[in-house]
């Protein structure tokens, strides 16, 4: 028997990854996460709007018009992206002073800085201050790829940063600060081994007829395995955000401790209550009352 199955691997990835998306916006909002960690929840959005885009509406506008649109949601990402960085760092190192925070600020930068100029070319400077629609389309490009280059650097920097000194300043492993930052220092890791073998295939290969199929082929492969690394990512994502911190979980049980014990009667008093009810001396008090003495209330009369 065969199954007529059309649809290809990127269909299956992106509605995955789409769902993942959403499950994950579910999890946030509806365990009262998004209230601790705003930047993430609205780079889960863009995410997830950016793919949406990628699938229902580039296909259906004009080519300038969809890639404008894609560009400028992707630059939204990249800043909206450094600010969870900022927020993650934030709620990791709450005790640093601003000394501490200047210096390993400029020190993540300048590693950032470095490999943003190894890594990938830059256009030459007419192109940067070109006037035409295209030239215009080609610097926005520039600027969400460098910028996703930049965010990945530090995100990887900040995760092993936080992961290395976390718990020293009350960030350890059960945190959920720092399990979004493994995330994102995963998928960021994933996205510089593309970037970088592909720019490599790039430099290193002659593309003939011969090797195109080849050539795609190994592009399309690393691409898949990048959003495979993505979802499984959104997937830790989910199920670490879902469970509780130890502490948060730990102030439930003593506040209903200790309501309870503010209700319930002291249990001596319930003892002596019960005792006085119950002593034999009292029941018989009850089943076989003594008769009055009338002698002695006649001669009280008289």
């Given at each position: 028997m065969h199954f007529n199955?059309?649809?290809s691997a990127t269909q299956i990835l992106w509605t995955l990854t789409f769902?993942?998306?959403?499950v994950l916006l579910v999890v946030l909002l509806g365990r009262d996460r998004a209230k601790?960690?705003?930047w993430f929840t609205a780079s889960v959005a863009?995410?997830?709007l950016i793919l949406l885009t990628e699938q229902l509406l580039l296909s259906r506008l004009p080519h300038m018009t969809g890639s404008e649109i894609y560009w400028t949601l992707s630059s939204l990402d990249v800043?909206?992206?450094?600010?969870v960085l900022v927020e993650l760092a934030r709620r990791s190192f709450p005790g640093l002073g601003k000394l501490g925070w200047i210096i390993g600020t400029l020190a993540m930068l300048a590693v950032g800085a470095a490999v943003l100029v190894k890594l990938g070319p830059w256009p030459a400077w007419k192109t940067l201050t070109a006037t035409s629609e295209l030239e215009t389309l080609g610097v926005m490009q520039l600027a969400a790829d460098k910028g996703t280059l930049l965010s990945s650097v530090l995100a990887i920097e900040l995760g092993l940063v936080i992961t290395l000194l976390g718990r020293r300043f009350g960030a350890g492993w059960h945190c959920h600060a720092q399990r979004i930052a493994i995330g994102l220092s995963t998928a960021a890791l994933g996205q510089?081994?593309?970037h970088g073998t592909l720019q490599a295939i790039g430099l290193h290969t002659v593309i003939t007829p011969s090797n195109y199929d080849r050539v795609i082929g190994v592009r399309d492969k690393l691409i898949h395995g990048d959003n495979v690394l993505f979802l499984c990512v959104t997937a830790w994502w989910i199920a670490s955000l879902w469970i509780d911190e130890p502490g948060a979980a730990s102030e439930v049980p003593e506040e209903t401790a200790s309501s309870g014990e503010g209700e319930a009667a002291?249990?001596?008093a319930q003892?002596?209550?019960d005792d006085e009810a119950e002593s034999p001396e009292a029941l018989e008090a009850v089943e076989n009352p003594e008769p009055q003495n009338e002698s002695s209330g006649t001669h009280a009369q008289n």
């Open positions: 199955f059309d649809y769902a993942a998306t959403l601790r960690f705003p863009t995410t997830g800043v909206i992206g450094l600010l510089l081994t593309v002291p249990p001596e003892s002596d209550g």
